[in-house]
Structures are given as C-alpha cells and as structure tokens.
C-alpha cells in the first residue's frame, strides 16, 4: 500500500510530489473506510484538512511534516477533548497541550484523532472504554478480536494504517502488548526518557509515553521526536537523545542474548513458544550469542504490579470529583453525595475496582503488608535486570502469552486479564526500555511479537536488535 | 484474605465510591481474589531490602522562586461544571 | 509554677501541645510557580497545578527548602539531609488534587526547642517534635450562599512549614508566650510574615487534662486558631469542659474541634465517624530530598541576630532588665528600631534605658492610639535619639520633650527644628532666670512676705508664675534652686 511508512512519506511531501492537505484526505477516507473498528473517540475531518493547509506552508525540514499521527486520549491536546476513554472526563478540553505531542506538532505533525483506550489506561484489552470496544484489524472474517490494551486504538489504527504512527502510554505493557496483538511495532522507553507532563496520569512510577510504527525505522524516528528532558517533570531524565534512526544498525554478530528461563511456563501454547525460538534462531544466524540467564523474582512480577499500580492509581484518580472539570452527577445533595455519585457513576467497572484495591493496599493497618512489600519486591525485581545486564546485550522474551483474544473473553474473571501482562510487566517495574517486534504467525495466522529488553537508555540496542529481527522476519 | 462487605463499603466510602447493594457480593469476591493473588508476594523474603520508590536515581530537580504573575482564571475555571464569578462552586458543605 | 486548676472535686494539670502551620514568606508557591501574594482576585493566583489539572506534576521551590532549614536553624533542631515528600489523601473541597503533598515519615527537620520567658525572669524549654513542608489549602466560602460553596484556590499549594511541639506546655498562658516566642524568630529569620488576621500563622492546639502524677488523659484537638487571644479562650474553655466531665466521671472523647469566637466554646466538628485514614505514601512524582552540609552551612551564616542572642547582648551590653529586654526583643521591627537608635547615636549607649523606657511607654503608647506598628512610626529612630539627647544635655525639660514629641509624631520633622522653631529651648541661663525670678517675686510682693512668715506652699505658686513667665523654658532644677535662694 502507497503511504505506509513515515521514512517514504517524508520523501514524497518533501519533494512535492504531494501536499500535506492531499495526504491528509487518503487518511481521513482510510479512516472513514474503517469506523468499524471503532479506533477513534474523537475523529474531526474540518479540523485536519485545515491543520494540513498550515502545516503545508511549513518548512521542509521539519522531521514530521505531514506525518499522520494517532494520538492516544490519554495525552491532553488543546484542539481536541482529552477523555481517557471514560464518562468523567467525556466533555473535558484542555488549554494546554502535553509536552510529547508538543513535540510531535512542532516537527510539523498531523494529528488524525484521538486514539481509543482501556478507561484511564486500566486494561489490556480496550474494552473497558466508556467509547466502546476497539477491534483488531487482524480479526479473521465474522470474528472480533481485541487489540489488547490500553493503547488498543493506537495499535488498530497503526496496524489499518489509518495512520502511519501513533503514541500510546505504557505502565504494565500497554503498548507493547498491543503491538504484539495487532503486529505492528510498539515501543517503551526507559521511564523518564519522555516526559510525563500533560498525560493523565495512572500510575506515576510506572508511566512512560511510547510509540507505535509499522517498521523499526519509523519507530526510531518517532522515539527520538518524542524523548527528551523536561524541567516540569521531575522525574525526566537529564540525558542525551541520540538520533535513533541514524544509528540505526542490523549487524547483531557477538552481540550476547539473555533468555530467561523463567519466561518458559507451563499453560503457554506452545506456538508462542515456537515463535520465541525462532526468534532466538534467527539472532544465532545472525552471529550473535544465546546466554541463558535465571531473572529469579520474575513470578512475583505481576502481584507487585498489582498492588503498586492501583495503590497509586487510587491517589491519582482522586482528582476526578465533579469539581474543577469533568462529568458531575446530576444529584447533590452534598458535597459528599456530589463526589460519590459522580464518582461512581463517570467511572467504569475494572476502574473502580482499581481504586478499590489501591485504597486498601494504602490503608491503615496495611500499607506495611502490601505496599511496602511490594516496593521491596519492585527492587529484587530491578536488581534481576541490572544483574542479568552484566552478562548480556539485551533480552529476548515473547510479548505475550496468547494470540489476541476474543472480545467477551477473559472479562469474567479479572486476574484472567491482568495476566496478559506477564511478559511485560517485569521490566516497566524496572523502568527499562522495551520493544515489541512483530515475528512470526499464530496457528491461525494472527500477529504475534518478540519483545526486546534492554538497559536504562541503551533504546539504541534494542531497536538495532528489533531492525535485524523485521528484515529476517520472512 | 476474606474481604468481607462492610471493609469492601468502609473502603468504597474512603474512596468517595458508592457500591449498590447488587454489586457488593461480587465486588468483595473479585477484591478478594485479587488480594489472595497478591499475597503471593509473601513468599519473597524482603528482610533487608530497601523498597523503590523511584527508578530514577537522579537528585530532585529544584525551580528557582520566580513568580509566574500571569492571571490564568479563565483557562482554570473554563472546564468548570458550576462557577460563580471566578469562584468553583460546589455543593454546601457543613462544618 | 502552679498552673493546676482547681475543680470542684480535684486539681487537675492541663497538658498542651501546639502544631503552627507557618506560611513560608517566598514569591512562588510550593510546587508552582504562581505567585503567593494575599487577597488577590478569586482563582488569579492558581496555576494547571495548583487546580489539579490532568497531567500536571509537581516541581519542588529551592527557596522554600532554604526557608525551612534556616527555621530548623532557628529552633536548634536537627537537619535532616535526607527526606521524603508523601502524599496525604483525603477528599475536600478546598483540596483539588484530593490529596495534599506533605511530609510523613521523613520529615525536613527533626528535634528542636523553643525557649519562653516568664515576666518572673524564669524560663521554660518547649522541646519541638519536627517540623515539615507541606502545601497549603485553599479557601472554602459556606456563608455565601445557602446551598452552595465557594471555592477559592489562590492559596492552594503555598508552602506551609507545619512545626509540632511535645506537649510540654501547661497553660493557656504559657501557650501564647510559645506561639509569639516562635513568630517571633520566625519573623527574625524572615521566613514568615507572622501575619495572623491573614492566616499567614494558625495553630492547632491539642489539650488534654489529667491529675497530677497520672497518664496523660484522652485529648482532643482544637484546629485553626488564628489569633493569641483565641488560642487562650479556646484552651481556657476546653480545659474547663474536660474536668466537667472527668468530675462527673464521663469519659473524654476523642474529637477534632473548632472554637466559636462569637460565644467563646469549643464544638465538635462534622460527623467524624471514620476517622482519617490518610494513606499516606511517599510521592511518586517527586524524589527525595537530599540535604548536603555545606548548603547547612551556608545558611547558618546567613541566620541574624536572634531573639535570645539579641536580649543576652542587651542585658550584657547595655545593662537592660531582663523584662526590659524581652520587651524589646519580642518584636524584631522594635529591637531594630532600638539598635537603630544606638547606632546613630553612639554617645547613648550609656543611656540605654532610657532609650528603652521611650520606645516601650512613649512611641509604643502613641502609635497604639493611631494603631500603627513601629514600622509606620512618623518618629524615626534618629529623631527619636536626638530628642533623648536634648533632655540629658538639659537643651529641653522632661515636659518640653513630651510636647516636642507630639510634635514629632505630627510633623516628622527633626526635634532641633521644632524646638528652634518653637524656641523651646530650656533657659538654664541663670542671669536669665534670676531675671524672671526677680520679675515674679516684685509682682507678688505680699505672697512674698507670706512665704517668709511661714507659707511654704507657695512656693508651688512661684515656680508656677516663673514657668509661664518663661513660657516653660525654665529649667525647673535651676528655677527652684535659684527661687529657694532668692526667697531666704
């Protein structure tokens, strides 16, 4: 298909071959051509032709002029409602435009939309959306997949190239998952590589802004226009960004390959496994080592996850109480009655459950059992990594445990959800950069992804590692 | 660990989350699960280990004490669902 | 001291512990930059931050920081160099992030202690607990409408520097000696303007009451007292209200409190069935605060002069009362104002008391009556010096002075031009007076013989028509000593 890569597009606008306005209308009919998947919450055709007219007068040198890109509703964009995919904050507009998608619109970006996701980023599906349910691009006919979550709209859209990047926010696996799910490339930077202001926050220590792309070489371009250090996050990184896409490289020869023992288990079918050493096969060709190493704590992962991330949640969410914006209930009879209407009625079901394990793990007579336990697990866990690191390159673990699943699935019991996360949550406890890289098919021909680990802002590594994984990818 | 419904509605209350009748059960069922599941983490022997708060081993970022003197009410108050004159307004509350 | 109180049945020892939230003087907010400044427009001084807006982050004021320690400093406490900001959760109006950022478990400054002056020269040593940042609240209007609350977020996230006494304190006086013994060394340090009526300065006060020698009894807490005078009924009235109860043998229960100013009692507040669980947790958004020594250092040497050096140099120096120097000291502008004085004026340093003695009657009584503070005060020090030195080089009589005074106060002007002005000066010349003497005694030649028959109250009567005859100028010592001889 003619305009699937960012790195051709830019070619094209740039030698004039087409006008950003022109550009911009293929997508907008790719779009409308695919409301079906329900990719977008908000979606205004006037609103983009009329940014493109600008945006053609702009110089050429802008590194994203014209780019169409997805924005998850988890990033406040001043020209479009903000939402989170939830009822409470359905009619909210910011006045101000997050730091990242900033960024993106000064190097001469389009924005398309606003991507759908999990309600407040809660989920691995996208089916929690007050919007309604995201479909997977690569649902086989006369079924409905999910395109995983939360940044599930991001995905689709990428994957239906409706767009040719999208960002998506990443706190358990929320944009590695998803790739995997609707094979395309998704990519988490180390925490604090990008900044966190102007993103709905859901677990602050866990948050990072990421990207989708079709091809790693997209991907570097979008990683480093979003990157970078920002005085008003106080927890941004004061590093470096390299030019990604430059130093773009497949030559893996001597490079040393961990494969954690602990990522084989028992009940994962056995085509994940089947994919996991193809990929391992693949590097080996390549020249590189396997070295098989022992991430101990990993098993432990998923419930340090679970008390951290709704424990912060809970306090984050706290903000949300009819008050200064956003949904307020009809009934108030008192201040007390306003918040708790509002409160349960602007938000969903898996988020209030969330609020609710964080209250608890927070309480009185119990943060010392769960909370604090669970800080110290997060740095039995880390250390894993930074032990682990001393004996190789990077990391090579599948993303996910399953193809996407059924829409309706895994939706009775919410511990079923939470551990799609298994793979991916170990290393966002360790705030290190991950990759998910689409390789190999399912037996029933869906996407599948490897996903790649490496260190603290060594993104270089693995993103070179992912460029030699996609061209082998056959 | 048993959530029972009176923690799961003293809980919802501290969260200013009203649960109706119908849901409790199951609420408190699914909580309790999921604490079950978490308490797996007892297993782990964390005696003499610091808990991480944060990955960043950076020092805390410090601004200076310059003063933004910008009048930003109407861009504060524009999202509000009930205002008076430069003031939110909220249901009363009584001291 | 004895501060028992005696009920009907028994002795009872008040227990009191203070907790001041002191706003730190700074032009920025606490984690925002908007600007500090009171009484602004509703809502002008509020940043995306301070309304908790979604994506917003907090970014920690240098300065504030800085103000803290130099106040931990100021209470010979402890610095710790490393602490942690949490988050208090609870859901108010006023609170737009439903959390409040403070400090939990590691706060800035540890121990410390405070010490108070009793008017008997004795002193007391309060011990201090700890003292932390936190951001402040913003304000919620209930009386302006019925059904409705108004909120007001100006001063929501201005950095609060909450200190917490042990509860070493046994009464309501020696509760407000603390509290203006700390505004005093906080507005030393200028780390807080101290001003209370602007809720700059607030206290909660917790107090319990037991017999002597027995545990401490259940206490309770009386929140957001803003003024010395308050802050005194409402531990009066609350002790009182404990032994009622403990007499009839009831049980004290634990509540949170507000005094009503208006009828002078304390009353419970809003139904406080579940007690706060604050779930406190060290903030995500922020990373700990580490405190190097050389930044201690560099701020011990920019600490002034304090309240308790400030009274040992006066009473070691200049040889003041120890009351005379706690008068003085208790307010730094009036310390300044008397140091001020002794510094353009040297040769007075042997006068020191009398310099006292007219700022704490005079100045102090006449700019109470025009309700100034020493600050506003017409009468700068310099002029203030130059009068004191005209009435000891007896230039002008101790009465002179007190009108050139007024004077001062009115005009501005220095007291060597209103004296010229008004030719004020003392006639000590005694060919002069004995002019005036003669004057007067020709013209009352009979009460002149009736003195020297043995009418010596007249003598009143002479130096009375000498004085208005010299308009005053008279210097009185000389007039009488002149005046005895001439009548012999």
Known sequence: MEFSSITETLKTIRSK??????????????????KNLNAFIYFNEENIIEKSREIDKLNNNLFLKGIPLAIKDLFCTKNMPTTAGSKILSNF???YESFVTQKLLNQGSVFVGKANCDEFAMGSSTTTSFFGNTINPASPQGKQLVPGGSSGGSAAAVAAKLCLGATGTDTGGSIRQPASFCGVVGMKPTYGLCSRWGIVAFASSLDQAGIFANSIEDASILMKEIAGYDSNDSTSAKTIIPDYYKNLNRDVRGKIIGVPKEYTLPGISDEINTVWEDAIKLFEKGGAKIKKISLPHTKYALPTY????????????????????????NEKNSLDEMYELTRSEGFGKEVKRRILIGTYVLSAGYYDAYYLKAQKVRKLIADDFTIAFKDCDFILTPTTPSQAFQIGEKEEDPIKMYLNDIFTVPASLAGIPGISVPFGKSKEQLPLGIQLLSKHFDEQTILNAGFYLEKNNE | MKIDKNTTLKIAKLCRLRIEEQETEELSSQLSSILDWVEKLNEVDTDNVEPLSNVSTAK????????????????????APEKLENYFVVPKVVE | MNNLIKGTKFEWETIIGLEIHAQVKSNSKLFSSSSTKFGSKPNSQVSLFDAAMPGMLPVINEFCIKQAIKTGIGLKAKINHYSVFDRKNYFYADLPQ??????????????????????????????????????????????????????????????LMEIVSEPDLRSAEEAALYITKLRSILMYLDVCDGNMQEGSLRADVNISVRKPGENYGTRCEIKNLNSIKFIK????????RQIGILEEEGEIEQNTLLFDSLIGKTRPMRNKEEAHDYRYFPDPDLLPLEI?????????????????????????????????????????????????????????????????????SELFAILKKHSLDILQSPISPEHLGSL?????????????????????FQSKESPEKIVKEKDLIQVTDTKEIEVIIEKILNDNQDKVKDFKEGKTKLLGFFVGQAMKESKGKANPKKLNQILLNKLK
């Open chain 3, 388 to 408: 004191i030195k005209l009435i000891s080089s007896d230039k002008i009589s101790g009465k002179i002075a007190k009108e050139v005074f007024e004077e001062m």
């Open chain 2, 60 to 79: 805390l970022p410090l601004r200076k004490d310059e003063e933004n003197s910008e009048d930003k009410s109407k861009d504060i108050l524009t999202n």
């Open chain 1, 93 to 95: 507009h910011p006045t």
């Open chain 3, 233 to 240: 009924q409402a531990i009066e009235f609350e002790a009182k």
């Open chain 3, 292 to 360: 190097e020594d050389n930044l201690i250092q560099s701020l011990v040497k920019e600490i002034p002069e304090l309240p308790d050096e400030r009274k040992k140099r006066y009473i070691n120096d200049f040889h003041l009362s120890n009351y005379d120097s706690s008068v003085l000291t208790s307010e730094k502008q009036t310390s300044d104002y008397f140091d001020k004085v002794l510094e353009v004026h040297n040769d007075l340093k042997g006068s020191a008391k009398l310099v006292a003695n007219w700022i704490t």
């Open chain 1, 17 to 34: 071959k087409i006008s950003v306005e022109e550009l911009s209308k293929i997508f907008i009919k790719r779009i409308k051509d695919n």
């Open chain 3, 98 to 159: 439903g959390y409040q950022i403070s400090q939990y478990k590691h706060p800035i400054v540890g121990e410390g202690v405070v010490t108070i002056d009793f008017s008997n020269g004795e002193s007391k040593d309060i011990r201090i607990v700890r003292l932390h940042l936190e951001q402040d609240a913003g304000k919620s209007l209930h009386d302006q409408n019925p059904a409705k609350t108004y909120v007001d977020l100006n001063r929501s996230g201005v950095a």
């Open chain 1, 306 to 329: 679970y008390i951290i991330a709704p424990a912060e949640a809970s306090s984050n969410l706290a903000r949300y109480d009819g008050v200064k914006y956003g949904f307020r209930s």
